[in-house]
Each structure stands twice: as structure tokens, then as C-alpha cells.
T-cell receptor, first 109, second 116 residues
């Protein structure tokens, strides 16, 4: 079966750095996506990785290792507004998007 | 870029009513649109995938006659919840992509449906 694992919940302090991990087992791979979802709102697209390595976008970076079936989302200089759920999703060989259950990130002052 | 508009944002109606939700891609042509449902504190659940001009592909367990999807143009898809009941109350979210390959899905703001 296809599976995406990410921690259910994480807590971090304002101004700090946090890394949210995602491991996946899918039939084929056509890219990995990270989305941010604030409570009661729809997801917003954050990043896309298809090749191994680090993609940086301002305070957010996403890393991919295809051989390990592993990705992480790194958030720097955390702000209170970063409190949200972070969803990892992978496109399989049929370009079907397989969603993780999301990681709820709680930022404390 | 990649703006998706969903309307209405909130719907409250009586049991037995049919409700139509619209999803529009404002600045790109969406060859593929997706409809999701999300219950409180739960994951996104894909209901169906629709390609412009063809019938939607429904996920297992989603009733086609209950959730009617129309994708008549490259910028508009509609979801109609027919004869809605309280158990259909949920957060419905559409997303769109300009290809069915490696491009990301871009989401509308969602529709909160409450059936009394």
C-alpha cells in the first residue's frame, strides 16, 4: 500500500528553527509537495521537490532524498503566524497525489 | 498567480436541500480539478477528480448520485450536494492544476456546509 508518515504534532518556540519530517512509501514518485493549512482554512502550496537536495524559499526550505523516501520542511525564525498544520504529499507513478495526515505545529512565545 | 476562487464560503440550509458549490481558476486554465472533504481535525479526503469535458472519477465510497460534479470549462467546476443531510455537513475544498502531471494543486478557500 501507499503510505506517508509525518509526526502528528510538534511544538517550537518563537524565533527558533523547526524541522518537520516526512517519510513515504509509494508506487513510483513524481514529486513531493508541502502545504500549509491554518485551522479552518484551505491548504496553501509551500514547496515542491522532485530532485534530491534542498529547495530554499525565504524562511522555509524543503529537502528531499528519493533513495531514502524522506523529506523535511525546515522553518526558520519562527513566527506565531506559522502555527498551522503542515501537509506532506507525494505524486505516485500515476500522478495521483497521496496525502499525509499533517503535522500540527504549535508555536509558543 | 494560480488563484482559485470557491463560492460560497458558508452555506447553512435545511435537510433535503441541494447545494451547489462553484470552483473557478481565475488566472490559469485548469485541465484537472479536485474536490476534497475535510471533517474537523481530520485529514483531507479526496472525493473526486474531474477533467474538463469528461466525467469525474470518484473515490471509493463516494456516491456519484449524491455528489454531482460538472467540469464544463477549463476554468469552472461545480459540486452539487443533492438532498443534503446533517451528516453531509463538512468543509468542502476544491483545488485545480493546469496539468495532471507534476504541477502542484492550488486550493480554493473552501466552503463550510452546515445542514440543519
Amino acid at each position: 500500500g501507499q503510505n506517508i508518515d509525518q509526526p502528528t504534532e510538534m511544538t517550537a518556540t518563537e524565533g527558533a528553527i523547526v524541522q518537520i519530517n516526512c517519510t513515504y512509501q509509494t508506487s513510483g514518485f513524481n514529486g513531493l509537495f508541502w502545504y500549509q493549512q491554518h485551522a479552518g482554512e484551505a491548504p496553501t502550496f509551500l514547496s515542491y521537490n522532485v530532485l534530491d537536495g534542498l529547495e530554499e524559499k525565504g524562511r522555509f526550505s524543503s529537502f528531499l532524498s528519493r533513495s531514502k523516501g524522506y523529506s523535511y520542511l525546515l522553518l526558520k525564525e519562527l513566527q506565531m503566524k506559522d502555527s498551522a498544520s503542515y501537509l506532506c504529499a507525494v505524486k505516485d507513478s500515476n500522478y495521483q497525489l497521496i496525502w499525509g495526515a499533517g503535522t500540527k505545529l504549535i508555536i509558543k512565545p | 498567480g494560480a488563484v482559485v476562487s470557491q463560492h460560497p464560503s458558508w452555506v447553512i440550509c435545511k435537510s433535503g436541500t441541494s447545494v451547489k458549490i462553484e470552483c473557478r481558476s481565475l488566472d490559469f486554465q485548469a485541465t484537472t480539478m479536485f474536490w476534497y472533504r475535510q471533517f474537523p481535525k481530520q485529514s483531507l479526503m479526496l472525493m473526486a477528480t474531474s477533467n474538463e469535458g469528461s466525467k469525474a472519477t470518484y473515490e471509493q465510497g463516494v456516491e456519484k448520485d449524491k455528489f454531482l460534479i460538472n467540469h464544463a470549462s477549463l476554468t469552472l467546476s461545480t459540486l452539487t450536494v443533492t438532498s443534503a443531510h446533517p451528516e453531509d455537513s463538512s468543509f468542502y475544498i476544491c483545488s485545480a492544476s493546469w496539468d495532471s502531471g507534476s504541477q502542484p494543486q492550488h486550493f480554493g478557500d473552501g466552503t463550510r456546509l452546515s445542514i440543519l
